[in-house]
C-alpha cells in the first residue's frame, strides 16, 4: 500500500487541485467557444468530478467554485456572470459530493459509477435551486421546462462523455496508484 505522510498528501492534493482548476479554464477553448457546444459537453465538469476523485471533497469543492468565476474574470466575461454564479454552486457540489461518495463507498469499480451519478444529480438539483433564486431576485420565473432543458436535454451529451470518461479515468489513476485503492 503507498503511504504517504500528511504534508506530501497535502501538497500532492493542492497540486492535483491546481491540474484541475487549470484544466477548468482551458477545456472550454476546445469546445471553439460556442456556446451551444460548451453547454453540451460541459467541459468544466470533468476536471471537477475527477478532482473529487483524485484530492477528496474539500479541494474538489474549492476547485468547482472557483474555476467559473475565474473563468468568468479572466476571459472577457465567459461563462456570464449569472451563468458563472449557478455553475460555481453546481460543480462545488460536483467537488463535494463525487470525493465524500468515493471516500464512504467500497472502492469498487460499480461504486465509482454511483459516485460520479450521485454528484451528477445533486450537483445538478443544486444548479436548477441557484437559477430560481437568481431568476426569482431579477423577477423572472425559472421553470420546469428550463430546468428539464439545462440540466438534462442539453447536457446530454456531456453526460455521456462524463459517464464514459471519468470512471476510465479514476480506474486508469487507481492503477498507476495516483488514487489510493
Same mark, same amino acid.
Given at each position: 500500500?503507498?503511504?504517504? *505522510? !500528511? ?6 492534493? +493542492? ?5 484541475? @482548476?487549470? +484544466? ?14 460548451? *453547454? #453540451? @459537453? ?13 484530492? $477528496?471533497?474539500?479541494?474538489?469543492? #474549492? ?6 468565476? +475565474? ?10 456572470? +449569472? ?6 454552486? !453546481? ?27 450521485? #454528484? ?18 431579477? $423577477? ?28 476510465? @479515468? ?12
Amino acid at each position: 500500500m503507498y503511504v504517504v *505522510s !500528511e504534508n506530501k498528501a497535502h501538497i500532492r492534493n +493542492l497540486t492535483y487541485a491546481a491540474i484541475c @482548476l487549470a +484544466l477548468c479554464l482551458v477545456l472550454p477553448f476546445l469546445t471553439g467557444q460556442i456556446p451551444q457546444i460548451g *453547454s #453540451a @459537453l460541459c467541459p468544466m465538469h470533468l476536471p471537477v468530478l475527477l478532482a473529487g476523485f483524485v484530492c $477528496g471533497p474539500w479541494w474538489a469543492a #474549492a476547485v468547482g467554485f472557483v474555476a467559473p468565476l +475565474l473563468r468568468h474574470l479572466t476571459f472577457g466575461g465567459m461563462p456570464p456572470i +449569472l451563468t458563472a454564479i449557478a455553475m460555481a454552486f !453546481e460543480l462545488l457540489t460536483y467537488g463535494i459530493v463525487s470525493g465524500l461518495l468515493y471516500r464512504l463507498l467500497p472502492k469498487k469499480t460499480g461504486y465509482i459509477y454511483l459516485s460520479l451519478i450521485g #454528484a451528477m444529480i445533486v450537483g445538478r438539483v443544486v444548479w436548477g435551486v441557484v437559477q430560481v433564486i437568481i431568476l426569482g431576485l431579477s $423577477g423572472s420565473a425559472f421553470t420546469w421546462a428550463a430546468f428539464w432543458a439545462g440540466a438534462i436535454a442539453n447536457a446530454i451529451p456531456g453526460i455521456i462523455v462524463q459517464l464514459v470518461l471519468i470512471p476510465l @479515468l479514476v480506474m486508469a489513476l487507481k492503477k498507476a496508484r495516483i488514487i489510493q485503492k
